[in-house]
């Protein structure tokens, strides 16, 4: 049955509808008295006007508390009409079977009566026929009885004529012919004795099939009996199961009857209990809803007031709005200019920090004695480090010890952590829009592309400078966008080539910008944007694959040529509009062996030449720019005139300077050195701010310098390191002893 379940209104709750309303935004405090006491009347009317509702619905609910009874009694007699039509239809149901079940009986014992019929008609026929076999029976002994006698006459006759004289002979043949006659006779009887005999087989074994048949015939109608009594006793099971069936749906229909009546009372019951609660309820409401029915009048004049009212508020509120506003946008003003003035002085300190560190500062590494360096041979260690002073280094030459000074010296066991932890500051502050230079120098082997590039698991400054990147621009988010994009190309026999570029066979061209602004570009130039480690190593590996297929022998390329990795951070910040971009150059530089000298040949010779030129080109450009000259002779290879940008104004420079501590290596290490002290020694001091123009020798000059002088020449950086040290620090970078 199904369950009926009241309709009530939902409860009232009185403000529950509070601040949901046209003007709900109005709600809470606010920073103007007017607009507050215009909320809160507007609040306190639209409360009334929800209770004003809520009585209206009440009324509307009697009204229909009474539509639901009526429903509910509507329910109950279609119940009571569904439960009788349903009783007859099962009823006829019933009757229908049962008089199925009749007529099949009826129709079982006409059969039944049928075969009794048959029965009984062969069972007369069998008489008959067993009636006739007794008669002939009969007549056929009665037959042989007289043949018999006849016959014990016959042999009589015959024995007493025998007996008798020939004339009695005669009468034998007679009695013989008679006897011939008689014994005709007796076949005849015979014969017919033998048909009678078959057809008293024939007539008994019809008899026998008769039986059969008539046995079978019982047996049938035994069947059909006990049939017949089963069917009537499945036939009174039905009946009987139908009356109990038809009872308990009766018991069943006034049962159901009785509970809809009795949950019909409840719920009327119920029905009333509220009807009365909602009557009670209404009385009471009845002096409040006239109390709110003024109320709701008067307010609705208010409201009629209102959009003056509110228009003067709003007049009021958007002078104060403007004045506020004025006064952030003020204020705005003056934070910003702050701001900038704080980049400013920011920009100018850092400048000066790093003036006072030196624009262009020279590292050296020296890297450790390797396993394939040892070779079953003693391997002397001919560089020593001061222990109180890691800025300077002792090479054990020709029986002499020199000495040189640079701005740190990175032994052996350094990590590249160690070396990186020295480089970072200047890799952010292209962040800050410098220009960044950081060049690898010193002969093949000594270390360069691992310190730049690093190994597997172990990363050189290259990678650690991007992912540093990464994370100092994730941090200022939230103020600027940043982009960070790179190029990596390479320079050999100096052609500049495209490492990143689907054809890195071809040469590029270092051009003007036709912008006027003096700024070089490379047109063609491949450029990817880089936003993970994931993709710096993509790049990484197009580069590698690219500078791999360019020669057979990677190795003995990589350290003829010179592998450039260029990345650019653009930032621009969202609030002020200030754009900024700096580059970062990462230069793994070619060996700096003097292959020349050592009676190269042919592409060899080709390429020392080429190296040895911009090498000592790079040398010049870094002596002009520290000693400030006037002319800095930035085309003078493609390396400096491509890095010109980077190279000058408020950029700056690292040269780590890579040495081997092998004894077979000294004069090579002498070399590098010594290029590392003609580069640091031009400080920016009054002598170094001269003009002077001061080039620098090609290798086979710098070899005779170190041979003539080794221990004078390199700016008196001798003997005596720990107080150089002591002098620079207590003078200062700028005032080091000139050239
Ligand atoms: N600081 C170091 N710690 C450990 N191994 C080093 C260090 N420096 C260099 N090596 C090893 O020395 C070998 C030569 O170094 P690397 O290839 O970096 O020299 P290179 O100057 O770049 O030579 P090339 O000019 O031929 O490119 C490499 O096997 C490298 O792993």
Redesign the pocket.
Known sequence: MQAFQLELPPPLTGGRFFGVGKYSYLVGAHPLPMIQKMVESMSQLQKEELQVQDKEHRKGCRGLLYQQVENLQEKVFIHAEEVNKLRSEENALLQESLSQLQLEVAEKNAQILKQELEVQQKMDCLNEVEQRLNDSLRERAKAKERFNFRLWESQQTIASLKAQPPQIKYIVKRVEVESSKLKEALNEAQSQNRSLEEQVGMQSQVLKEMEQQLQDSRNISTWLRSQIQKYESEVERVHREMVEVVQTMKDEKNRAIEDAFMQAQTEMKAVHENLAGVRTNLLTLQPALRTLTNDYNSLKRQVRDFPLMLQRALQTTRAEIGEVVEEVRNTNHELLCKYRRELQLRKKYHNELVRLKGNIRVFC?V??V?EEDVDGLEVMNMVTFDPEDDAVLHLYHKGKLVSFELDKVFP?EATQQDVFQEVQDLITSCIDGYNVCIFAY?Q???????TMEG?QGNPGINQRALQLLFAEVAEKALDWEYTISVNMVEIYNEALRDLLGKEPHGKLDIKLCPDGSGHLYVPGLTEFTVKSVEDINRVFEIGHMNRVTECTNL?EH??RSHALLIVTVSGVDSSTGIRTTGKLNLV?LA?SERVGKSGAEGSRLREAQYINKSLSALGDVIYALRSRQNHVPFRNSKLTYLLQDSLSGESKTLMMV?VSPLEKNTGETLYSLKFAQRVRSVELGPMAKKTEVVSFPPADQMELDSRSSPNSSPGASSGRPGSLRKKLQISGRGKSPPL
């Open positions: 590494r890297r450790p390797m052996p010193g093949t082997g000594s270390g360069k592309t691992y190994m190795n990589s350290s793994d060996g890579q």
